[in-house]
């Protein structure tokens, strides 16, 4: 009785302090910073919070309410709604994740600020990877655009509709770098380089975050999974990394810094260990660094069931250990497991775990469900009827179409067999992916459905003059035969004038837990290509996929290829722009297609050695595979345009850069093309001799230029010595005068234009 009525003062006070913090100017200037504000309010609290509640505010559950895809991918471990609207009531839950829509958030807010003893509002988080309902290319192949402003703004419609639907907190950005194409998850990220991945990184923050954490039409960003959960042994999903802190920090560590840098307030723990040292046990990463070193203020939950994962791991003994460990290494929030609200209150007791340590912590989450509204207001997002009228808008299936058709990358087009005429030839398409809604979203798509998805079949329709030029024959399954298939498709290439083959992946064969150990093409499909290239009809091969692939035989030698990854709900709306040429293609790659699986892990960024092969020739006791050279066949950075595309003119402003000033490089870059194109201008750098040897190359600074037909630009970029810097021995920042060469170039394989300078003390 007692504690019911100081909480409703808690809470009136806690209202009036929160609007007076909402009038401060000082406001969005802290949340800028990535700064968290604790306010008055949220210490009374705290204050009068028991142990119970206090672990309760620091334990997060996959809800309960069942159904959807998020059920699927992530079971709740106990599926029992009346029972978790009880622990709602007993203050033993933070929040829920990957619920069900607005009307399961109502209920179970209700509960939480009606029924609770002290009436704190719950969080809902939810992986909300690439779209709501209107669901976004993969994250990968978005960085195919080499335009972060387009991931800001796929973001910010994704955070409009999710928000608008109950969803206060995202899993996401996905920050791991990736330069293992077996691991199944480098989809959710971007890609193998640490500068393209960090601007995305940084871009979707803004996009999911916005300028005011209040709004219904943003939330909350999580940047995960801290860290280098890309880099795991043989691109094994949840395996060993064993890295050094100077490859961890220049490689894997900056675009999670980038997401923080840009505003981002919690932060996921990964499953993996490093260097021996679970990352949810870490201290040193997830105290030292992430608070200490880069000033990290907002909360760090674990990834699901990571903390007890530590037992498998052999670095705790049981659930109480693992609690303890984890929560003592920086983890503020236990996903999953229970075991923070089982263990920690002991823990406390016990004073194995300092109360003052537990606060921090509380006030923490208390401070984050503060700056995001909703102790002033908890139903802020929950909405029924707005959570069906943000749903789907024209608008934002049109930046849908518009950031699917920039995803797509045109690795071949010999004889210009692309673009493909409106009119007057009969096109078959061919594959597993030629029709129907399947795989097109691709993976981790929560709540987005097949049935509002536009099959590549659809869209060819819609884009050619007379329907009826169109054949459609499915050919192969993505893993198994069809009986007489290949008779089929190989009649309906022979009847047309041009195939287009619809072949690759499934959208289940990449994301969480799908690591491949040969990354080609399924036996059928590469059997169905090869019977159909025999038929000697032009072959524009349309690639889906959610990693670079090894491509083979007839597949590799077709014409024309297009890497289109998986588009989300426009995908045959925008494959088609591109096919018919409504749109000239402009993505890049993110990741290098290899020449065989067996290069695995492949980087465009990898060091020279001491026996480096003259390529494309093959010597004798070099760097080099048995038969092929150790180099990419589609590199980061490749992609074709409609245009044709020549790099000139190589200039520098001088010989050298001294310390304290700048250098300025240039290309003239050329259209001499009949088509408009827009040209990913790319500048790497690299560092002839250091005290730490340094990549073959380094990209420092793109920039994506139109061109019409017959024009050309000077593109210009600046370096200065901060560009340059590296870890050295020390492990700390450092550059060293000497000689550095530099390249223009329109991939990190190819030569463009190249010239030297020196960096002068
Ligand atoms: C994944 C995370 C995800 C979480 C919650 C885990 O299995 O690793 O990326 O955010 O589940 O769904």
Redesign the pocket.
């Known amino acids: 009785m007692l504690d019911t009525r100081i909480s409703r003062r808690a809470a009136l006070m806690g209202a009036g302090a929160a609007a007076a913090w909402l009038a401060s100017p000082a406001r969005a200037l802290l949340q800028a910073a990535g700064r968290m504000e604790v306010p008055g309010f949220v210490n009374d609290l705290v204050g009068r919070m028991t142990l119970e509640e206090k672990a309760g505010q620091l334990s997060l559950m996959a809800s309960a309410w069942g159904g959807g895809a998020a059920a699927a991918?992530?079971p709740p471990s106990d599926s029992n709604f009346p029972k978790q609207l009880e622990e709602t009531r007993q203050g033993q839950l933070t929040g829920v994740?990957?619920g069900n829509g607005a009307r399961m958030a109502r209920i179970m807010q209700t509960a939480a600020v009606k029924e609770s003893r002290l009436k704190i509002p719950l969080i809902f988080a939810a992986?909300i990877i690439h779209g709501h309902r209107t669901i976004f290319p993969v994250p990968l192949a978005e960085v195919s655009s080499f335009e972060p402003e387009l991931a800001r703004r796929t973001a910010e419609v994704a955070a409009f509709e999710a928000a608008g639907a109950g969803i206060d907190w995202n899993?996401a950005p996905?920050c791991d770098v990736a330069r293992d194409q077996r691991w199944g998850r480098g989809v959710e990220g971007g890609g193998e380089d640490p500068l393209l991945g960090s601007l995305f990184a940084a871009a979707r923050v803004h996009g999911f975050q916005g300028s005011d954490f209040k709004s219904n039409e943003h939330f909350l960003a999580c940047v995960?999974?801290f860290a280098a959960y890309g880099a795991a042994e043989a691109g094994l999903d949840y395996n060993t990394v064993d890295i050094s802190e100077r490859t961890l920090r220049e490689v894997y560590l900056r675009p999670y810094k980038a997401g923080f840098d840009a505003g981002a307030l919690s932060a996921?723990a990964s499953?993996n260990e490093i260097s021996g040292i679970p990352a949810t046990g870490n201290h040193w990463l997830l105290t030292d660094l992430l608070r200490g070193e880069w000033g990290f203020q907002g909360f760090v939950v674990s990834?699901?069931t990571g903390d007890e994962e530590m037992i498998k791991h052999g670095y705790a003994k049981d659930g109480r250990d693992a609690a303890r460990i984890a929560f003592l290494a920086g983890v503020d929030m236990s996903?999953q497991s229970g075991l923070y609200r089982m263990y920690l209150p002991d823990l406390v007791r016990s004073g194995e775990v300092p109360e003052a340590t537990l606060n921090t912590s509380v006030r923490r989450v208390l401070a984050a469900k503060h700056m995001l509204g909703l102790f002033e207001d908890p139903f802020r997002r929950i909405d029924e009827k707005r959570e069906k009228s943000r749903s789907m808008l024209p608008r934002s299936r049109a930046v849908a179409r518009e950031s699917g058709r920039k995803s797509i990358v045109l690795l071949k087009n010999e004889g210009d067999l692309l673009p493909l005429p409106r009119s007057g030839k009969k096109i078959a398409l061919i594959g597993p992916f030629a029709s129907g809604q399947h795989d097109l979203v691709g993976p981790w798509v929560v709540y987005g459905s097949d049935a509002n998805a536009v099959s590549l079949e659809t869209g060819v329709r819609a884009a050619v003059a007379d329907k009826n030029s169109i054949i459609a024959v499915e050919g192969s399954k993505v893993e198994q035969a069809i009986p007489g298939g290949i008779d089929q498709a190989v009649a309906a290439a022979q009847a047309a004038d041009i195939v287009v083959l619809a072949i690759g992946e499934s959208q289940g064969m990449s994301g969480?837990a799908q690591s491949r150990a040969d990354i080609v093409l399924p036996k059928p499909q590469q059997d169905l290509a090869e019977a159909v290239a025999k038929t000697g009809k032009p072959i524009v091969v349309v690639l889906k996929h959610g990693r670079a692939l090894a491509l083979e035989g007839a597949v590799k030698d077709a014409p024309a290829i297009l890497a289109t990854w998986f588009l989300g709900t426009e995908t045959g709306n925008s494959i088609a722009d591109v096919l018919f040429g409504a749109y000239s293609p402009s993505g890049r790659l993110p990741a290098s297609f290899p020449h065989l699986s067996g290069q695995q892990p492949y980087f465009y960024a990898h060091k020279t050695t001491g026996r480096p092969n003259p390529d494309p020739k093959l010597d004798d006791y070099k760097a080099r595979f048995r038969g092929i050279t150790n180099t990419a066949l589609y590199p980061f950075g490749h992609g074709l345009t409609y245009g044709k595309i020549a790099y000139s003119d190589f200039a520098i402003s001088g010989p050298s850069l001294p310390m304290t000033g700048e250098i300025s490089v240039s290309a003239r870059v050329t259209n001499s093309g009949k088509r408009a194109a827009e040209e990913v201008v790319q500048l790497y750098i690299h560092d002839r001799v250091g005290s730490v040897t340094r990549p073959v190359r380094e990209l420092k600074a793109f920039r994506k230029v139109k061109l019409e037909p017959g024009q050309s630009e000077v593109v210009r970029f600046t370096l200065k010595r901060d560009d340059l810097l590296f870890y050295g021995v020390a492990n700390t920042p450092t550059v060293e005068p000497g000689t550095f060469d530099v390249w223009i170039a329109p991939s990190a394989e190819a030569e463009g234009v190249h010239g030297t300078f020196e960096l002068t003390a």
Do not use: A, C, I, S
């Open positions: 991918l992530n994740f990957n992986d899993f996905m995960k999974h996921m499953f990834d699901y996903m969480e």
